[in-house]
């Protein structure tokens, strides 16, 4: 199994700067690849940025050039650093580890933008 744990959310104005972090432990040896997910009220989770084991990233066009995905494997941490937020970025953010049939999910941490 793996545990997922984030931290790092909280209020901010638009055009500010929030760095969310991921702390994974258990089997993480077994993750092929991570990623940050948001879910708005009343709207479906939706993926904002995935690494995998490689280093790749991928990213929603949303955020595209204002979100960073990164992790430090040293210590089995992942990080979404977000600049140039806005309201529309309100949600609650998850962390999300997949292997090569599972994937595990951390309880979230809200994200509020104010305009």
């Known amino acids: 199994q793996v545990q997922l744990v984030e931290s790092g959310g909280g209020l901010v104005q638009a055009g500010g700067s929030l760095r969310l972090s991921c702390a994974a432990s258990?089997?993480?040896?077994?993750?092929?690849?991570m990623g940050w997910y948001r879910q708005a009220p009343g709207k479906q989770r939706e993926l904002v940025a995935r690494?995998?084991?490689?280093?790749?990233?991928n990213y929603a066009d949303s955020v595209k050039g204002r979100f960073t995905i990164s992790r430090d494997n040293a210590k089995n941490t992942l990080y979404l650093q977000m600049n140039s937020l806005k309201p529309e970025d309100t949600a609650v953010y998850y962390c999300?580890?997949?292997?090569?049939?599972?994937?595990?999910w951390g309880q979230g941490t809200q994200v509020t933008v104010s305009s």
């Open positions: 999300n580890a997949a292997g090569s049939s599972w994937d595990y």
């Open positions: 258990g089997s993480i040896f077994s993750i092929s690849s």
């Open positions: 690494i995998t084991s490689g280093g790749s990233t």
